[in-house]
């Protein structure tokens, strides 16, 4: 096992009963896996580990985002496949994001739009998703 799936197994053993991840162990994960040399071939890997905990509470934006958002201009798509497979609280806040910094503007508007009508997704990303879309259609 790589350095890059050992600091995702220690990220979501951090994970806590009450759905947030540890701080300081994704700060030094983040840390663990820049040392090690991974770029932006690890920013799918991060997204899955967000996906298999959709409503947990990895910061704000926190280390994982701070670290996929350097790629800006590659990690847009992966974040688009993301979101489309499995929503979560992290991947509909980071499509806003995008969306508020002018990138894939019309494409993520429509993805947080499917999201907040579909039937399979938690209430809760569907309320978030119609939020930022209101939001963004009052800007």
Not at 59 to 88: C, M, W
Request: net charge negative; hydrophobic share 40%.
């Amino acid at each position: 096992m790589g350095i890059l799936e050992q600091e995702i197994r220690k990220i979501e053993a951090s994970i806590d009963e009450e759905d947030e991840a540890d701080t300081l162990v994704m700060y030094g994960s983040v840390e663990a896996i820049t040392n090690a040399g991974y770029s932006s071939e690890a920013v799918e890997p991060l997204l899955q580990l967000f996906e298999r905990h959709p409503m947990a509470y990895f910061g704000d934006p926190g280390a994982i985002v701070h670290f996929i958002e350097q790629f800006g201009g590659e990690y847009e798509n992966a974040l688009a496949a993301s979101v489309k497979r499995i929503p979560t609280s992290t991947t509909v806040w980071m499509l806003n994001r995008c969306i508020n910094a002018g990138v894939h503007t019309e494409e993520f508007m429509d993805i947080l739009k499917e999201i907040a009508g579909r039937t399979d997704v938690a209430e809760a990303l569907k309320e978030r998703a119609h939020e930022y879309v209101e939001f963004q259609e009052n800007c």
